[in-house]
């Protein structure tokens, strides 16, 4: 196999090469961009808290029962492991305040501490790995009014803030502890589910919530971002942190935006606005999701809008100014197949986006010869892309085409069956 893949992939070269595309050049690329793994795909998005937990709250729902959730730190990382042996490069993990090792004390999220999370860090060293980290703020009594940072309630609002302060000094810690970086994404779900009068005075209780959290700076080892929604379930007509509430604040104090797949209207494409932001922003976060019909987190696949999204990137030069991260959750397939499913086809887009002669594109477009520009495009589509991929998962030694599957049937029958 490894042999026919060789021979397939000299003369996929080739072919690339006429259209002034270096491919090996293009896999090593590849090869650099680490994605984040959000952890939540593992079980469904419940955490580790020993507190009674209260339903997730904004919208954020896993549907399905498929056998085998992890259960345990232990066993989520199991699962992580095995995931990422399928999936080609070396990436990054997500995970949310929720998911620490509070063994069997309750600690609620204002009392949150680093050692809560030192077993991640050393998991995540012992790999090799990237750890982003984030508040929670969400599946907690304190949220079940539907407002966290944003409430009128100045309680509610303090023990908040309190919390996401502690998460960004965690996060600071995991960054410089791992020499490296980690990104804190904050995601409230305040909002109404029916017309809100009182808009302005929500948002303005969000922002001043906001000033006290970021009012303390990190260095390098924190990257902060903001992420916002159109509305959830429970938040159809209101959302708190919309995307111009955040998109102002963070221009206004360096942060970045993070633009969730889903968080939009469902025929608007994110990949638009990241040209735009950039512009004014020196970084960008992205959450590949793939809503269908509303904000579903269905598994992220290689289709029309995450090829919009990369090639947005790649054509704008601006792979190292992004951030992409995974964020969907899905119950009815077996999880494991969820995150190699997802970050394959995420990969995929990249590469796809990267196996394009931008030059040559811009030269067209630049001369004003669109009718070249169309005929190049869509002599692209047909070009020998899953050679070069299958190359790619070659180099990184997994598994190409479907025998990552069967590696997974094997773990569902080892492992995840015997999960009582
Ligand atoms: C919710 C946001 C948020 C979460 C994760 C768990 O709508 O997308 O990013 O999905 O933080
Ligand atoms: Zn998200």
Redesign the pocket.
């Known amino acids: 196999m490894e042999h026919t893949i060789n021979g397939a992939y000299e003369s996929a070269r080739d072919n690339y090469a006429r259209l002034n595309v270096d491919t090996d050049k293009v896999l090593e690329l590849l090869g650099a961009q680490a994605i984040s793994i959000q952890c939540w795909q593992g079980d469904d998005v419940r955490g580790f808290e020993k507190m009674d937990s209260s339903a997730a709250s904004g919208g954020i729902q896993a549907t399905g029962s498929y056998p085998g959730k992890a259960r345990t730190i232990h066993e989520l990382q199991q699962d992580l492991e095995k995931a990422l042996t399928l999936i080609p490069g070396t990436h990054r993990i997500n995970i949310h305040a929720m998911y620490g090792e509070f063994h069997d004390s309750v600690v609620d999220r204002d009392a949150i501490e680093k050692r809560h999370f030192q077993g991640w860090i050393d998991w995540a060293r012992a790999l090799g790995l990237g750890l982003d980290f984030n508040a929670t703020l969400f599946r907690h009594p304190k949220a079940d009014s539907g407002f966290t940072l944003s409430s009128k309630d100045p309680g509610i609002r303090r023990f908040w803030v309190e919390h996401v302060k502690q998460c960004r000094s965690i996060g600071a810690a995991i960054g410089k502890e791992l020499s490296g970086f980690c990104i804190h994404?904050l995601?409230i779900p305040d909002g109404m589910k029916d017309t809100c009068i009182d808009k302005y005075g929500y948002r303005a209780l969000l922002k001043r919530s906001l000033d006290d959290i970021y009012a303390v700076r990190y260095d390098d080892h924190l990257k902060d971002a903001v992420?916002s929604?159109l509305f959830g379930i429970g938040s159809e007509s209101f959302v708190a942190g919309s995307h111009e509430f955040y998109l102002g604040y963070a221009i206004t104090h360096d942060i970045m935006v993070?633009l969730?797949m889903?968080?939009f209207h469902p025929t608007e494409s994110i990949a638009d606005k990241i040209t735009a932001i950039l512009q004014f922003s020196p970084g960008i976060m992205l959450?590949v999701?793939r809503g269908v019909r509303w904000d579903s987190d269905h598994v992220a696949v290689l289709d029309d809008q995450l090829r919009d999204v990369t090639q947005a990137l790649v054509r704008a030069q601006a792979l190292d100014r992004a951030h992409i991260?995974l964020?969907y959750f899905d119950a009815s397939i077996n999880r494991i197949s969820a995150w190699v499913i997802g970050a394959r086809a995420t990969l995929k887009a990249l590469l796809y986006a990267l196996l394009e002669p931008t030059d040559v594109l811009i030269k067209h477009e630049t001369t004003g010869d669109y009718t070249a520009r169309l005929a190049l495009l869509e002599e692209l589509k047909t070009l020998p892309f899953n050679t070069v991929w299958d190359r790619f998962c070659l180099l990184h030694n997994v598994p190409f085409e479907n025998a990552w599957l069967n590696e997974v049937r094997h773990y569902e029958r080892e492992v995840l069956l015997k999960r009582t």
Do not use: F, R, V
Request: with cysteine; glycine share 8%; proline share 0%.
């Open positions: 994404d995601w992420e929604k993070c969730d889903g968080h959450h999701s991260a964020d």
